[in-house]
């Protein structure tokens, strides 16, 4: 079974300022897909960013930008330059194929200060 | 491009009343759509697949005659809350996986959730 863990439950960052959050997994399969979803006080799920399992290169979305380790199984999030609209909870996701279900971690709640 | 609506935003109801939210992908088409549940500040529990056409297959521990689910079409799939009590009151999202982005990456577009507060 595949799990995703994010132990870190909450984070707090000044706004411009750097934050990366943290998110293992553990699988067997060699060919997946992983995702960061944001999920902001509105509730609506946003997928953030994806990386595909394949591809050495880290993924980037303008500020948001991915440390995938595959060896050690870890797909951090870094959000540079903070904002006050990044506050939300953040979900770290797992999928292995195109019929598979998506696994979620436990999320970690992130404040920007002001 | 690639929107899921979900209505109603918010229910109230009273025990042992059914309640029926809808899950519709606007500009494609979902032949699979999924059904989630969250408590507050935690993570998306998955309930149930939907698929059109045929039955949905249901997560271990959900109660298939409680929780009914409908994917009538390609574009609508219905969670019915039947004989509901205080203990199902949550937040519902559902979710539409991409013909074309979801053959490739298996990703899922999220409607906006649906809080429903049993009385």
């Known amino acids: 079974a595949q799990t995703v863990t994010q132990s870190q439950p909450e984070m707090s960052v000044q706004e411009a300022e750097t934050v990366t959050l943290s998110c293992t997994y553990d699988?067997?399969?060699?060919?997946?897909?992983l995702f960061w979803y944001k999920q902001p006080p509105s509730r609506q799920m946003i997928l953030v960013i994806r990386q595909e399992a394949y591809k050495q290169q880290n993924a980037t979305e303008n500020r948001f930008s991915v440390n995938f380790q595959k060896a050690a199984k870890s797909f951090s999030l870094k959000i540079s330059d903070s904002q006050l609209g990044d506050t939300a909870m953040y979900f770290c996701a797992f999928t292995t194929g195109a019929n598979s279900k998506l696994t979620f971690g436990k999320g970690i709640t992130l404040s920007v200060r002001p | 491009g690639a929107v899921v609506s979900q209505h109603p935003s918010r229910v109230i109801c009273k025990s042992g009343t059914s309640v029926k939210i809808e899950c519709r992908s606007l500009d494609f088409q979902a032949t699979t759509m999924f059904w989630y549940r969250q408590f507050p500040k935690k993570s998306l529990m998955l309930m149930a697949t939907?698929?059109?056409?045929?039955?949905?297959?249901?997560e271990q521990g959900v109660e298939k005659d409680k929780f009914l689910i409908n994917h009538a079409s390609l574009t609508l799939s219905t969670l019915t809350v039947t004989s509901a009590h205080p203990e199902d009151s949550s937040f519902y999202i559902c979710?539409?996986?991409?013909?074309?982005?979801?053959?490739?990456?298996?990703?899922?577009?999220f409607g906006p959730g649906t809080r429903l507060t049993v009385l």
């Open positions: 979710s539409a996986r991409h013909p074309q982005r979801g053959r490739i990456y298996n990703e899922q577009f």
């Open positions: 939907s698929n059109e056409g045929s039955k949905a297959t249901y």
């Open positions: 699988t067997s399969e060699n060919n997946y897909y």
